[in-house]
């Protein structure tokens, strides 16, 4: 899935005043933007900031599989809690009483489930395919992003412990697709998989090996590839010898406006500067360009970001590079929590007089930027690219 922030030039960890939000997530080499060595994911610094979990919510078989009883007993001070169902749990999902710790929230607390119903669905933009994820929410808290929406608003990571389950599911659609009979955007030989729609796999990798199994599972699989879009950068994943079987899209966009939007991610600067060290350890990667936000400036912005993409990244990652690009969408739900916590971040992201609204099938009353106008700023979003990074191949933009 997704896109993802942080605020002004502050790396202090009070981000707006708001302690909750916690510090950047361990990472990042000042100076350098370059990631650190190799550490063992699941105990590295990054984790400890990131999760300092407290409270595991689980169902009783969730808690006593054996994934469920790893994570447990990597977090021997944590609560844990037995619960019906991973979803719709009292206090927790949903907005009550929650909004000025949710981001708390997100970094102490975990849900150990089961994924009921696996499905693999058609898709053709981002990927063919979007793959049953091996969990649902996030330990970052990027102020658009559209996981939420469907949860309740304190949406910390689920993790679906029946990874086996999953990764049968997975070798059968596989097997059953044979060989891509045509070229398409996606990839030219690979189905392509999306393992991460809702959450960051990269997260993911730090609580458990959901991703790693995943990872390792698309290795066997010739005719597929699995891809996930990240903002966090997590050199656990750098061992994990994916053998070109995998795609990293490392999600970029402006640094002033991810530090106002992308809350706990890695900075954009560490993302572009760890796609070399994902390109040698074996990974394909691409880049998001998302989401764009329409604000004052904002084409001078993203011309120097591809500026700085163009001047960073080593020709070998150019060489194998693509985007796509994907213009924000919005939601009247949303933008009235980030009102309770983060009203900065609304200035830029609900800007009506730019946006038409649609309402879904659930009754959420999403936006977007309006048609004209979106047309023309993903027009103007082409040739920056086109003037600017001429190497990067836009894969879609919508
Ligand atoms: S990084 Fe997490 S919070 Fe940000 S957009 Fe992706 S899933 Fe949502």
Not at 137 to 162: E, H, I, L, Q, S
Not at 227 to 252: E, M, W
Not at 305 to 329: C, G, S, W
Request: glycine letters at 8%; aromatic letters at 6%.
């Amino acid at each position: 899935m997704h896109h993802p922030a942080g605020p002004p030039d502050d790396d202090s960890g009070t981000l707006f005043g708001l302690d909750a939000l916690g510090p950047r997530p361990a990472g990042a080499s000042p100076g350098t933007g370059r990631p650190p060595r190799a550490e063992p994911h699941l105990d590295s610094a990054a984790a400890r900031r990131l999760l300092p979990v407290r409270e595991i919510f689980a169902e009783p078989a969730a808690a006593a599989s054996p994934r469920g009883r790893q994570i447990i007993a990597r977090h021997p001070g944590a609560r844990v809690t037995p619960v019906r169902s991973h979803w719709n749990i009292p206090g927790l999902h949903g907005n009550e009483g929650s909004v000025e710790r949710w981001v708390r929230i997100k970094g102490e607390t975990l849900v150990l489930g089961e994924k009921k119903t696996l499905a693999t669905r058609p898709n053709g933009r981002s990927a063919d395919w979007i793959a049953p994820g091996t969990s649902n929410g996030c330990a970052m808290a990027c102020a658009y992003c559209y996981v939420p929406r469907r949860k309740g608003y304190a949406n910390p990571v689920t993790v679906f412990t029946n990874i086996d389950r999953i990764l049968a599911h997975l070798a059968r659609h596989v097997a059953g697709q044979g060989r891509k009979p045509e070229p398409n955007q996606c990839d030219p030989e690979a189905w392509v998989y999306d393992i991460g729609e809702n959450g960051d796999c990269s997260v993911d990798a730090l609580i458990c090996d959901n991703t790693a199994d995943l990872v390792h599972a698309f290795r066997q699989w010739p005719t597929a590839k699995a891809s996930f879009a990240t903002k966090f950068v997590n050199p656990g994943l750098l061992a994990l010898d994916p053998r070109g079987r995998t795609r990293v899209r490392f999600s970029v966009m402006p640094p002033d406006d991810s530090r106002l939007l992308d809350v706990r991610t890695s900075p954009v600067a560490e993302r572009v500067a760890a796609a070399a060290d994902f390109l040698d350890a074996g990974y394909e990667v691409h880049f998001n360009l998302s989401p764009v936000v329409v604000r004052p400036g904002w084409e001078g912005a993203w011309a120097e970001l591809l500026d700085h993409l163009d001047d960073v990244l080593p020709p070998r990652v150019k060489r194998q590079a693509a985007a796509e690009v994907i213009m924000l969408t919005h939601n009247r739900e949303l933008h009235e929590v980030n009102l309770g916590w983060h009203p900065r971040a609304e200035d830029v992201l609900w800007r009506p007089e730019l946006q038409q609204a649609k309402r879904s099938q659930n009754g959420a009353l999403n936006v977007r930027y309006r048609d004209g106008a979106k047309g023309e700023a993903v027009r103007t979003l082409r040739s920056l690219v086109e003037a600017r990074a001429p190497w990067l191949r836009v894969r879609y933009a919508f």
